[in-house]
């Protein structure tokens, strides 16, 4: 429909100027080549930040002499109380990588250690305000394993970079993320009373269902 309007009204303006004219007709079809060209480059583009987001994780990982054990110990040294999650990361603004272990203490007080991922030693520590408390020691009563053991049984799967109680749902569990030497990342669940370390198969399903995508 397009062509032929363009078309039609180059030619009427050509007999009225008494002249010749040429029409470059567009198409929608024409759009096709370009649309293609930037899917492609937007999924350049997502496969590249993808793979950036893994080399940046595989640095932090052999940045870091320290294990999650290691580091939930020291922390614990510094702060008493329960070890709720220790993960690996960018230390707020900077590149500096440190072990972030949180602590909730007898009172209910929220504690953020930071871990030197090297040394061991701990750089400081902030009170955080959480609203998820008694959820928290709901998931966690009756519970035999700590933080600290959950890393040390999903560590038979990888390095340990991350080790966090899920408390939300049915099945309260501790929640590991590993990787490999070659780079290959999994996340696992452990039993809250047995350690039993098993595949995170929700984790799985959403990668899937991302390459589908």
Do not use: F, Y
Request: zero cysteines; hydrophobic letters at 30%; glycine letters at 8%.
């Amino acid at each position: 429909m397009k062509r032929n309007i363009v078309i039609a009204t180059v030619t009427a303006a050509a007999l009225i100027g008494g002249g010749t004219a040429t029409a470059l007709a567009t198409t929608g079809d024409d759009q096709g080549p370009a649309r293609q060209a930037a899917n492609t480059k937007l999924s350049d583009d997502g496969n590249r930040d993808d793979q950036d987001d893994r080399d940046d994780d595989a640095a932090k990982v052999s940045s870091s002499d320290v294990t999650a054990p290691e580091a939930i110990a020291s922390a614990l040294k510094h702060t008493s109380g329960t070890v709720v999650s220790a993960e690996l990361d960018d230390e707020d603004d900077s590149d500096k990588v440190v072990w972030k272990v949180d602590v909730l203490s007898g009172d209910n007080t929220w504690h953020s250690v930071s871990v030197d991922p090297s040394s061991g030693k701990v750089l400081g520590s902030q009170t955080d305000d959480e609203d998820d408390t008694a959820q928290v020691r709901a998931a966690l009563k009756g519970s035999s394993v700590t933080a600290e053991e959950a890393a040390k049984a999903a560590a038979g799967k990888g390095v340990v970079t991350s080790v966090g109680l899920d408390e939300d749902g049915k099945d309260k569990s501790w929640e590991a993320e590993t990787r490999t030497s070659g780079g290959a990342e999994q996340d696992w669940k452990i039993d809250l009373t047995s350690g039993k370390v098993t595949a995170d198969r929700s984790d799985t399903q959403d990668d899937d269902a991302d390459d589908q995508d």
